[in-house]
């Protein structure tokens, strides 16, 4: 594995928020106010997702290839997002990674963990 490129790879998503919006928008698109709603809905850390924070990390997502923004005509006029094919197969193999670390993680004091890490 060539760590050093996979960690700036990842640099790009690695804001506090990025796989919360990336995750939800790899479900389908959304306007910013149901994201924001779902992504405070499933913290559970106590941390909320503030409006401020969520558009600079779509704007930031965007630029960098992974969320498409798209205007809405209607009255009034909506703002919809949807992650791109790429984030969007991104997600999934995070999910598989996720999974295997879920069924193969050691517990936190077993064998081959110091001090409880």
Request: glycine share 8%; with cysteine; net charge positive.
């Amino acid at each position: 594995m060539n760590w050093p490129r996979f960690m700036r790879f990842l640099g790009s998503i690695r804001g506090r928020w990025d796989l919360a919006i990336l995750a939800n928008l790899a479900e389908g698109g959304a306007r910013p106010t149901d994201l924001l709603d779902a992504i405070n809905e499933q913290s559970r850390d106590g941390h909320r997702l503030t409006w401020k924070v969520m558009r600079d990390r779509l704007r930031h997502l965007e630029d960098a290839g992974y969320v498409s923004r798209r205007e809405v005509r209607r009255f009034p006029r909506e703002t919809h997002y949807w992650a791109t094919e790429f984030a969007r197969r991104l997600v999934a193999e995070l999910d598989s990674l996720d999974a295997w670390y879920t069924a193969n993680a050691p517990a936190p004091d077993g064998p081959g963990c110091r001090d409880g890490q």
